[in-house]
Each structure stands twice: as structure tokens, then as C-alpha cells.
């Protein structure tokens, strides 16, 4: 099993030896790739006996496998991050970070880059707190020591959002691992995902998982778990975003049952052993040679 374009080449160069089957698996959408990296990639995949992709969409242009299944991320219930916690602690911990968990929070789960907009999640929290002036906004990312582009992007959102003492942008670097960020996804009363591209985007299953509204980007993956006023809503700008957001906070048993119904949604199509059960079945095609 080959996951995305960093090492497709392996089996080219390696060849079959130590494995009867090869798999590429695509983690990202190649449905519209730039035409002068595909011609010289595409040949890559296409020696591969299999091919899985997150959505049909996602499959470039001419790729071909003799085994094509269309497989879902999953998120796995028992992880730190996923499990059960209660929600004192919960509490606990989101206030260790200076925000108070009596007065109404937005949060992010993401990468500080351009494609979730962390800037846009921001204009759509000042017009929301135009009417619940006490809201909150907390930015929860993960950042890398090597990664310039992740901190360039990270400051001009920290000057974005200027002195503004209820706007929280934590990482890694500050403690935020993955029990404090299902902290944040529990406690929160509204979760954003306000992606302009997105391949799936976990974060929004973790966050329905928990029971909480997702207002997300109608872009990608997205889709696939933010039923648009059933689980959350799709939003294609900041006013709409604000707009969602604040209807959800001014009715909170509308937001009860948006979350509920997440819950189930990924319950039912997006836990990991779905996921496993995805697998074994191509695997059942491979090893029968259908």
C-alpha cells in the first residue's frame, strides 16, 4: 500500500518483488491536477494493480486500475482525541487556555493556510459577535518546526485578528495535543470548517462525533458529512458562515439536533471500522483476482 504522489514512483523503480499486490492509495483530489505534472505522473499510478480514491470525483483524468474502490476517511472512536471525555474536564482543560466555557464558543480545528481560511472564520466571528458580544473564537492548529509557509500564514492571522482578547489561536507549541483539541470540539458550541479547497477533512467528522453542529466550506469532502441543514450547513462565504453561526447560537436545541444527528451520520459512515470493512472487501477482489 503507496499513499499519495510523494513515493507513487516505488513500485516503478522496486518492481513486484515482496509484494503480490500493489496498491495506490490518493488521499487528495486529482480531479483537475495541472495537465504538465499528470502526463508525467499518471504513468506512475497506472502500474499499480489498484487504485483507492476519498471521492469518484477525485479520480484524474485517464487513470486507470483494474481495481478502483472509492473509500472514505474514517476516524477512530477510542483515540485520544475521539474517546469519551467528560465534559467538566473538558471544560477544565478549554479554560486552562484562558477562554470561559459559561460564555459561547467558535472553533476551527485546522492548518494555518490559506485553503481553510482561518481569516474569513475570523471576519464571520466579528459580524456574529456584533449580536452575542460575548462570544469567543478559538483557532486550533498543529504546527511544524520545518514548515515556513504554516507560520508565515500563522502571523498574518495572529495580526488579523488583532488585540481582540476573545480570539484564541493555540497549537501544538502551546500544549494543544490531541486530547485538548477533542476538548475544544466538545465544549464548543458551534464548529467551523470554513475550507475554500479540502481533500475530506477529518476534523468535521471528529467534531459531529461529539454532537456538535458543523457549519463547513461546500467544497471537497466536506459534503459527504455536513448534511446542509441536517447535520450543519455549507456555507460558500463569511456572511454566510456568520449568518449560520449566529442562527445556531440563538437556538440551541435547533443546534442539540443538528448535533445528534451528526453524531449519527458518522456513526453509521464514518467510523474506522467502516473503514476496515472497505478494505477487507478490496482485498477480498484482489486476492480472487475479480
Known amino acids: 500500500m503507496v499513499h499519495d504522489p510523494q513515493p507513487a514512483g516505488l513500485l516503478h523503480y522496486h518492481g513486484h518483488a515482496g509484494g503480490r499486490h500493489w496498491v495506490w492509495r490518493c488521499h487528495i483530489d486529482t480531479s483537475h491536477p495541472n495537465p504538465a505534472f499528470w502526463s508525467f505522473f499518471a504513468p506512475y499510478i497506472s502500474e499499480y494493480e489498484a487504485g483507492i480514491f476519498t471521492m469518484r470525483e477525485y479520480v484524474g483524468p485517464g487513470a486507470q486500475f483494474r481495481h478502483l474502490a472509492i473509500i472514505a476517511p474514517t476516524i477512530d472512536p477510542l483515540s485520544p482525541k475521539n474517546a469519551p471525555l467528560p465534559i467538566e474536564q473538558a471544560r477544565e482543560i478549554v479554560a486552562r487556555f484562558g477562554l470561559d466555557p459559561r460564555r459561547p464558543i467558535l472553533t476551527q480545528v485546522s492548518r494555518f493556510d490559506p485553503w481553510k481560511d482561518p481569516l474569513g472564520v475570523i471576519d464571520a466571528y466579528r459580524l456574529v459577535k456584533a449580536h452575542v458580544p460575548g462570544v469567543q473564537l478559538a483557532l486550533v492548529g498543529s504546527m511544524a518546526s520545518d514548515d515556513p509557509e504554516g507560520w508565515y500564514y500563522l502571523d498574518r492571522t495572529s495580526r488579523h485578528a488583532g488585540q481582540d482578547p476573545d480570539i484564541y489561536i493555540l497549537h501544538n507549541f502551546h500544549g494543544v495535543g490531541n486530547v485538548e483539541v477533542g476538548a475544544f470540539q466538545a465544549v464548543s458550541d458551534v464548529v467551523i470548517q470554513k475550507s ?39 456555507v460558500s462565504s463569511v456572511e454566510e458562515c456568520a449568518e449560520k453561526a449566529l442562527y445556531l447560537l440563538q437556538h440551541p436545541n435547533e443546534a442539540r439536533r443538528m448535533g445528534e444527528a451528526g453524531r449519527q451520520h458518522v456513526r453509521h459512515h464514518f467510523l474506522s471500522t467502516r473503514h476496515l470493512a472497505d478494505y477487507l472487501r478490496l482485498f477480498q477482489r484482489l486476492s480472487q483476482g475479480r
Open 196 to 234: 475554500t479547497r479540502e481533500g475530506f477533512g477529518l476534523v468535521v467528522a471528529e467534531a459531529l462525533w461529539k454532537g456538535k453542529p458543523v457549519i463547513g466550506g461546500n467544497v471537497g469532502g466536506i459534503p459527504l458529512q455536513v448534511i446542509d441543514g441536517e447535520t450543519g450547513y455549507l
